[in-house]
């Protein structure tokens, strides 16, 4: 537990860092680009979640696997095999993802996107240093997906702030100094994703066991094995892609290139919610793996409740202030009044939708643990059948908030549907907890504070004063949410008790 405890909490550390870092300079690059060409921003992030369909299963296999061989001696002489039968894919794939991102260039701004300001060759242009900079990225999740497998989150953690903060923080710099266009902000993220794999690659060779380093070798038997589960995870992955960005794509095909920008803003806020959401997967889908591999049922058991509630209390908490308070957010973070209404009502439906998606997120590692995928890709398929035409009829009638519901519909429905459908095969009998203790009380506890506190600073000012309002609003919200969850309250009292005993 003190090692799971120590990878919870780096994971945080690093997310929050990172979530910082991923938003705190948007205001500054609408500034210095414009909101059409930050709109092509939107676009990469798009395209770096649908690179994700080229993972081909590999970073989860490689997670699974790894969790699951590095405590068995027998085993870990074969996981420098492991890890390089999948590098003589994941190089490949990189260099294909180049190479379709550059075909796709003229296409795309020639007859998909709208720009308005920027001519079609400007953005033709900045879209292929786009899959160049996607591209270099991409592997450095299947050497994170390593380093989770580990239980090395403090490492991977270093790595990710370090170069989220080179990242979001340094292509400042070019823009002031060297050249305030897209083209230049694309060069950038190209030059540190580079960096951050080779980075990664790196600390993930390192920290292998000794013996697993020394002459290791392409093995298609490791393919093999890990076939079915990684068949089930590429399922999974292009169907989850697809859903995740159904409503981008349909905003960038039916509205003005502005509009994706103005939705790409609250996503962004959206998406720093759901940093708070992969510390706990990320620390305990190892975890379960091993534990599922080793037959501890009651402690798998025992384990899967005390994380959920923890999950649920900080997706609540966030959750609820963010609902509440999402406007005044986006106004003390870019100063735009105007840009803050239009946006409450997106950015509340994607917040709760992402709350929803949040809450899954542990019974989804339980399944991976498992190695059970059918029931996500079925979910899954069935949601982009019935999403797609949703998706349209509520962008061309509504807009970005049309898309934004499409968000929360979904995973309202995955949360009432698949959670279920789970618990018949996986902890059977355990559901009843899973809704009515693990999410309930954090979930009530953190609505009724957050609206109190809405009721009570119905509008906050733009200075350090109302900073510190909402800070405090959101502290009240976290603690209040903590104490609701049994298990999580038992956790602080006896953490308490223990520094208690340490004083004098």
Request: proline share 4%; aromatic share 8%; with cysteine.
């Amino acid at each position: 537990m003190p090692v799971l405890r120590t990878n919870i909490l780096a994971n945080y550390a690093g997310q929050v860092w990172m979530a910082l870092m991923g938003i705190v300079f948007i205001p500054v690059y609408i500034k210095l680009l414009g909101m059409e060409a930050f709109g092509l921003v939107g676009l990469m992030l798009s395209i770096q979640s649908l690179s994700m369909l080229f993972d081909l299963g590999m970073g989860g296999a490689l997670n699974r696997e790894l969790a699951r061989r590095v405590h068995d001696s027998s085993a870990t002489h074969t996981l420098g095999d492991l890890v390089r039968t999948f590098e003589w894919l994941v190089w490949p794939i990189a260099l294909m993802i180049v190479v379709a991102v550059w075909l796709a260039s003229g296409p795309l701004a020639n007859h998909w996107l709208h720009p308005e300001d920027l001519s079609r060759e400007v953005t033709a242009h900045a879209i292929t240093i786009m899959g160049l900079a996607v591209a270099l990225q991409w592997p450095s999740s299947f050497y994170a997906n390593g380093l989770s497998g580990l239980e090395r989150q403090p490492a991977l953690n270093l790595i990710n702030a370090g170069f989220a903060t080179l990242r979001g923080a340094g292509v400042l710099a070019v823009l002031y100094w060297v050249s305030p266009t897209i083209s230049a902000f694309m060069w950038w993220f190209a030059a540190v994703g580079a960096c951050q794999t080779l980075v990664s690659a790196a600390a993930l060779w390192r920290l292998l066991p000794t013996g697993a380093k020394s002459r290791a070798v392409f093995r298609s038997a490791e393919l093999r094995a890990a076939g079915r589960f990684a068949g089930g995870l590429v399922a999974i992955m292009s169907l989850s892609v697809m859903l995740t960005q159904l409503d981008r794509i349909v905003i960038s095909a039916t509205l003005p290139l502005v509009e994706l920008g103005y939705f790409s803003l609250a996503m962004s806020v959206a998406a720093g919610m759901g940093r708070m959401i992969q510390p706990m997967f990320n620390a305990l889908y190892p975890r379960y793996s091993r534990l599922v591999s080793l037959g501890q049922q009651d402690l798998l058991t025992k384990l899967y409740h005390l994380s959920n509630q923890c999950l649920a209390v900080v997706v609540a908490a966030v959750a609820a202030i963010l609902m509440v308070f999402g406007q005044d957010v986006i106004y003390l973070w870019t100063g735009d009044a105007a840009t803050a209404a239009m946006l409450a009502t997106p950015l509340s439906l994607l917040v709760a939708g992402t709350a929803l998606n949040g809450l899954m997120n542990l019974p989804y590692a339980l399944q991976l643990a498992h190695g059970w995928t059918r029931l996500t890709v079925s979910s899954n398929l069935v949601a982009l059948l019935l999403g797609i035409p949703f998706c349209i009829w509520a962008v061309e009638h509504h807009g970005i908030t049309g898309a934004a519901s499409l968000w929360l519909v979904i995973n309202l429905a995955f949360v009432a549907i698949s959670i279920p459908l789970m618990h018949r095969r996986l902890l059977r009998g355990d559901l009843f907890s899973w809704y009515v203790r693990d999410l309930c009380p954090p979930m009530i506890a953190a609505a009724t504070v957050a609206l109190a506190a809405g009721w009570l600073l119905p509008s906050l000012p733009r200075n350090l004063h109302g900073i510190l309002l909402l800070a405090i609003a959101s502290s009240t919200t976290l603690l209040c949410a903590a104490m609701a969850a049994p298990q999580v309250r038992e956790l602080v009292r006896q953490q308490l008790g223990r520094w208690v005993g340490l004083l004098p």
